[in-house]
């Protein structure tokens, strides 16, 4: 039986209770039929393992087999019963000992799950009819089941109100005393007369020993997220050691499972929405030969001094930030304008208008700044390129040609061809600075510009390293944000 009371017998009957109930979800199971419906990823999906279309019972079976995996590793305390008399501490072995004997907690705690299954009255809390709802008698007033005490450190706070905030609590609580309201149906259990408060720390330690490892869960890639990109699939956002959120992604325009990492200022306004510069990968998927953009504006804390997101996606082929003509899962610039953009704007505190788009790259994402700039004006506010090769004249060198393909589909994407064809206003929104490799490229870049009167910002610098680290980048973080 499940909940406090009783009232699922099961966990397909459990699952739909919250779904519905009006102090957790809320949700009209007719409407969620008919939105899952309207979903053609989770329509395949149900079709696929129920063979039917989405509906309730679908999805209180794939609730409850989720469910059912979510199995613990053994505790400490199973150790210990296995053998090893190390797993536990003398004072959570002396906690058991109380626990089995004096205080006599095992009555109604044990079995494998250290639950009787069984229905008391505590009179603990707030005053509740619990069972009695469920069975129709008097008697059971106030009377709930008792919880398994399986990973119980895990989960407070505590009694079927969460009026008990710790297991200290919890464990006075049944030394103190148990007592009988005025006018009220007496407790199903007595208090533990004559024992020591001493003894309180010691059945704390081994509530303690009886949590087991998490199991490992991946999340899962979620669809409908974006409007008219039904296709698309993303996980929630999970986040590491160093506060980087990171969700995983796929796409119709991306041949393989692709990555959006997020870094946010650690003090963020609620009433606030801030700029978003999108760091932009030179390599496919996650490679790191040229280190990783991301990593250099955390270890310059670039988010915290200048308050703004910085986002940086991967793509499954050698980004050059163009649609191929022919395969539609090579389509980069799409992928990035129709997924990773309206993304970050759902998902995150981002100001979505051109001044607060911001672009940086070198080597190819630097000629890919450029160009999404020069070819989206409407879109994005500056451009910053260090060391890029932006007078490229033919598709083929460093791995262009894989996703040109033709040099008609090359062309739209050439940077001298849509630096004749700028619409870009007075403001200096194509930033320059910098070289390793292409020095000659960038001094005929800025030629050109001057030719063509295009408005630009042009730092020479020194020669560098072709890297994320080798100390450009907060230059070109401090042009973008310039006011």
Known sequence: SLFWDGRASSLEEQALAPLESPEDMNQDLAELEREL??????????AAAFGKKPDREGVAKALAAFQRTLVTGPAPFDRYLAGDK????????????????????????????LSDGEYYRLNAGRPDDGRAKITGKAEDRGR??????????????????????????????YYRGINTPAGGLPADADALAGQSFSEIPLIVEFLKSLSGKLPEIELPLLPSLLRDQSETLVSPGSIDKKGVLSHRIQSPYQRGETRIRVLLPEKLNEHQLYPVVYVLPVEPDEETVYGDGLAEVLKHELHNKHQAIFVAPTFSALPWYADHPADPQLRQEAYFLQVVVPLVEKLYPVEASPKSRLLLGFSKSGWGAWSLLL????????AAAWDAPLMLAAPGKFG??????????????????????ARIDEDQRLILLGQGNFQREHEQAHDLMMTLKVPHTYREGQIRKHDWHSGWLSEAVELLMAE
């Open 144 to 173: 709930f089941r008792t919880p398994t005490l399986r990973n119980i450190a895990e989960t407070g706070p505590y009694m079927h109100d969460g009026s008990l905030a710790t297991l200290d609590d919890v464990v006075t609580f």
């Open 375 to 382: 070819r989206n004006p409407d879109v994005f506010g500056r």
């Open 400 to 421: 262009s040609g894989e996703l040109f393909g033709t040099p008609a589909n090359f062309e739209q994407y050439q940077i001298s061809k849509l630096l004749r064809n």
């Open 37 to 46: 419906n309207a979903i053609p990823v989770y329509v395949r999906q149900f």
């Open 86 to 113: 190390s797993a536990m501490s003398a004072d959570a072995v002396r906690g058991l000992e109380l626990f089995q004997g004096d205080a006599g907690c095992i009555r109604c705690h044990k079995g494998p799950l």
